[in-house]
């Protein structure tokens, strides 16, 4: 996998842009998609199931329909073309331009605290850096893009 490739996947943080709920072509999109078409038109059957099955969870059908919905939207085309949509005040992307990095474990800062992240993420960016300087980029790309993101 060349270097161009993986900035396509890895964003300058460290976190694989395609595992993200957010990225137009990652598989929480595709899948999601895909689930809506196979779906079709359950909204109708989930009210007959509710009695039917005795089952209130279909209760809650259009709930899970707007969440299926906005996995299913386009909204970002990852760190490196955009600002992120996730977190708004993200601070790395300005900061990893700033510095002239591909990533952040690659500057004579890391780490510090440019990010804006909350106590949880701030402490996951460091993890995931600190494996990319131990692994290599290319094996943490590969182990990233198999692996939930929210796990």
Same mark, same amino acid.
């Given at each position: 996998?060349?270097?161009?490739?993986? /900035?396509?996947v890895?964003?300058p943080c460290?976190?694989?842009?395609?595992?993200?709920?957010a990225?137009?072509?990652?598989d929480?999109? /595709?899948?999601?998609?895909?689930?809506?078409?196979?779906?079709?038109?359950?909204?109708?059957?989930a009210?007959r199931?509710?009695?039917?099955l005795?089952?209130?969870?279909?209760? /809650?059908?259009?709930?899970?329909?707007?969440?299926?919905?906005?996995?299913?939207?386009?909204h970002?085309?990852?760190?490196?073309?955009?600002?992120c949509?996730?977190?708004?005040?993200?601070?790395?992307?300005?900061?990893h331009q700033?510095m002239?990095?591909d990533?952040?474990?690659?500057?004579?800062?890391f780490?510090?605290?440019?990010?804006?992240?909350?106590?949880n993420?701030?402490?996951?960016?460091?993890s995931?850096?600190?494996?990319?300087? /131990?692994k290599?980029?290319?094996?943490?790309c590969?182990?990233?893009?198999t692996?939930?993101r929210?796990?």
């Amino acid at each position: 996998m060349t270097t161009d490739t993986i /900035k396509t996947v890895i964003a300058p943080c460290g976190l694989c842009c395609e595992t993200c709920f957010a990225h137009v072509n990652g598989d929480i999109r /595709k899948l999601s998609i895909q689930l809506r078409e196979k779906l079709g038109n359950f909204r109708a059957a989930a009210r007959r199931f509710e009695s039917m099955l005795e089952a209130p969870v279909f209760r /809650k059908y259009p709930d899970f329909e707007k969440m299926l919905d906005y996995f299913a939207a386009e909204h970002c085309h990852g760190c490196r073309n955009e600002q992120c949509r996730i977190f708004k005040n993200c601070g790395v992307r300005p900061c990893h331009q700033e510095m002239g990095v591909d990533f952040c474990y690659q500057c004579d800062q890391f780490p510090c605290n440019n990010t804006r992240f909350d106590e949880n993420l701030y402490n996951s960016w460091v993890s995931i850096n600190q494996i990319i300087r /131990k692994k290599g980029i290319e094996t943490y790309c590969e182990t990233a893009r198999t692996r939930p993101r929210y796990g």
